[in-house]
């Protein structure tokens, strides 16, 4: 499964809701009560067409609920109308104060993938699938070296296997790195200062991560190559029912990075309006903001533009620019935490009109 729609995840209705004994309550510690929902998935997105299964989310906190960030995980198993399964769980939990932060992923996936070349010279005659199968993990710490800044490690482990490449595309007449699948391994250093007033639905504060990743033999991965990774994001609360988020990303790879592992644009979560993997090249840079607007306890809608682009090298990092822009409408599940349906309509010139029925924010 795609990297950047790993957690892309709806909950459509609540199916069982535990609480201790009321949501969102705290304890004679003054430690926040746990809220689990066991829950159908249903969600669409233009890479999966709808997608149906069972998962489950939990909401909670390791400290004092005023001193220490709230802590999710969320898990699940789906089947997708493009033949497409998957089964995973991804956690973010903070511990006392915020000392220690741990994150990461679990996964396997039976994934139907769509391929057009890499840059951004490529036509919609040139899209063909392949099929995909591989575990998934992810597993970051943070150690907090000072207040809201946190000094950690990444990891990233993936073993792909491929078929059914169509004889008469380019994955099977030409040349690309990785085609023949294996391990794909990194490890390396990671710096985040996150000062948001919530790390699930932030309205204020800010929220960076830069990062370096190694690849290759040594780590017993097939592909040797770098990664440089950056994220910056801001919140700024308007009003009290106005938020206008920002960010600014990019990801730069050089060495013998495999196709299926470079930076690419489009998706639910970067350039809303862009078929996921369209355009993939060496690099990608993108910056997309957001107006946010609460109507009443439980409805939002949501106003949204970016601009962005992949590249081989600086000198071609304007060519080609992709912009997309759109609307959406948010639905609170949960009055007492901040679970949001997202419904979003996005357009990016010469690309077809986008639809996405998702979970949470884009970022």
Do not use: C
Not at 16 to 28: E, G
Not at 37 to 58: D, K, N, Q, S
Not at 283 to 288: D, K, P, S, T
Request: glycine residues 12%; aromatic residues 18%; without cysteine.
């Amino acid at each position: 499964m795609s990297k950047n729609t790993t957690y892309s995840i709806l909950l459509f209705f609540i199916f069982l809701k535990v609480f201790n004994p009321a949501l969102a309550q705290q304890d004679s510690s003054g430690i926040q009560e746990r809220a689990i929902f066991i829950l159908p998935l249903v969600y669409y997105t233009p890479e999966t067409r709808w997608v149906f299964g069972v998962g489950g989310a939990t909401n909670f906190s390791l400290g004092d609920s005023v001193d220490t960030y709230e802590s999710q995980a969320v898990f699940g198993v789906a089947y997708s109308l493009r033949k497409q399964f998957l089964s995973y769980a991804n956690w973010r939990i903070f511990t006392d104060q915020n000392k220690n932060l741990f994150s990461g992923e679990v996964g396997w996936f039976d994934y139907v993938y769509f391929f057009y070349g890499i840059g951004n010279d490529v036509r919609e005659s040139d899209l063909e699938t392949y099929s995909a199968k591989f575990p998934r993990l992810r597993f970051d710490y943070a150690k907090q070296i000072a207040p809201s800044s946190y000094l950690g490690v990444k990891t990233v482990l993936d073993q792909f296997s491929f078929s059914s490449f169509d004889p008469a595309g380019k994955l099977a007449t030409e040349e690309f790195i990785g085609k023949e699948g294996g391990w794909n391994v990194g490890l390396g250093p990671s710096f985040i200062v996150d000062s948001r007033d919530n790390p699930i639905y932030p309205g204020s504060g800010w929220f960076s991560e830069t990062y370096l990743l190694r690849f290759g033999k040594p780590l017993g991965g097939d592909y040797p190559y770098w990664e440089i990774g950056g994220d910056l994001r801001n919140y700024r609360s308007l009003s009290q029912s106005v938020v206008w988020a920002n960010q600014i990303a990019t990801k730069i790879t050089t060495g013998e990075t495999p196709f299926f592992a470079l930076p690419l644009l489009g998706g639910n979560r970067s350039l809303r309006g862009l078929f996921e993997g369209k355009y993939r090249n060496s690099n990608v840079a993108f910056f997309q903001s957001e107006i946010r607007k609460t109507i009443g306890n439980r409805w939002g809608l949501v106003g949204f533009a970016g601009v962005g682009n992949v590249f081989s090298d600086l000198n071609s990092i304007i060519d080609g620019t992709k912009i997309a822009y759109g609307a959406g409408g948010r639905f609170r599940l949960s009055k007492a935490k901040k679970l949001n349906l997202r419904l979003d309509l996005a357009h990016s010139p010469n690309e077809g009109m986008q639809f996405y029925f998702t979970f949470g924010e884009a970022f």
